[in-house]
T-cell receptor, first 112, second 115 residues
Framework: RKEVEQDPGPFNVPEGATVAFNCTYS??????FFWYRQDCRKEPKLLMS???SGNEDGRFTAQLNRASQYISLLIRDSKLSDSATYLC?????????????FGKGTMLLVSP | DGGITQSPKYLFRKEGQNVTLSCEQN?????MYWYRQDPGQGLRLIYY???????QKGDIAEGYSVSREKKESFPLTVTSAQKNPTAFYLC??????????????FGEGSRLTVL
């Protein structure tokens, strides 16, 4: 099982649609989870952290299911500006140090 | 303004040449990282450093070298031993000395093309 696995993309949705991204991770000892956003040919930027109780930031909702080792991101009322690649990020261990592992990302294309 | 500065943004290199990518941060972060991203791929960790004068290999360190002589600086050298160096290189830093427990702040990246 890959360390961090995401839905393959791209997701093509019309403006105003609700879209959900899924992510699974293999390291049951992982403690920190994030969703990053990456625009084309740009650097990734933190979208939101994911907390055990679930958390919401405006139109964005993140959920964590530790038992299933599953993370989700829900975007409501999609905007054209939401078009980007969404990266699922999980902490893991590397030579005794904790580092972040990135999924390959899921591309979202929002059309008028 | 605080941030991470990478240079150059674009770089062309002939096969067999070493090249050094610069990464400077004024965020007073302890930890710094280098990632590589290929088209359609996730970010892969090359090297990271939690404190000055210490660094650790990531998942794909072969053909790369780094130094951490100052807290603010973490240059990456792509050596001629790296078989497929054409990629987008991203430098990042984090607030705490323990990576993986906090947000990563990225530079704008350096796009290296080997001719």
């Amino acid at each position: 099982r890959k360390e961090v696995e995401q839905d393959p993309g791209p997701f093509n949705v019309p403006e105003g649609a609700t879209v959900a991204f899924n992510c699974t991770y293999s390291n049951s000892a992982s403690q920190s989870f994030f969703w990053y956003r990456q625009d084309c040919r740009k650097e990734p930027k933190l979208l939101m952290s994911v907390y055990s109780s679930g958390n919401e930031d405006g139109r964005f909702t993140a959920q964590l299911n530790r038992a299933s080792q599953y993370i989700s991101l829900l975007i409501r009322d999609s905007k054209l500006s939401d078009s980007a690649t969404y990266l699922c990020v999980v902490n893991g261990m590397n030579s005794g140090y904790s580092t972040l592992t990135f999924g390959k990302g899921t591309m979202l294309l929002v059309s008028p | 303004d605080g941030g991470i500065t990478q240079s150059p943004k674009y770089l062309f290199r002939k096969e067999g040449q070493n090249v050094t990518l610069s990464c400077e941060q004024n965020l007073n972060h302890d930890a710094m990282y280098w990632y590589r991203q290929d088209p359609g791929q996730g970010l892969r960790l090359i090297y990271y450093s939690q404190i000055v004068n210490d660094f650790q290999k990531g998942d794909i360190a072969e053909g790369y070298s780094v130094s951490r002589e100052k807290k603010e600086s973490f240059p990456l050298t792509v050596t001629s031993a790296q078989k497929n160096p054409t990629a987008f290189y991203l430098c990042a830093s984090s607030i705490w000395g323990r990576p993986g427990t906090g947000e990563l702040f990225f530079g704008e990246g350096s796009r290296l093309t080997v001719l």
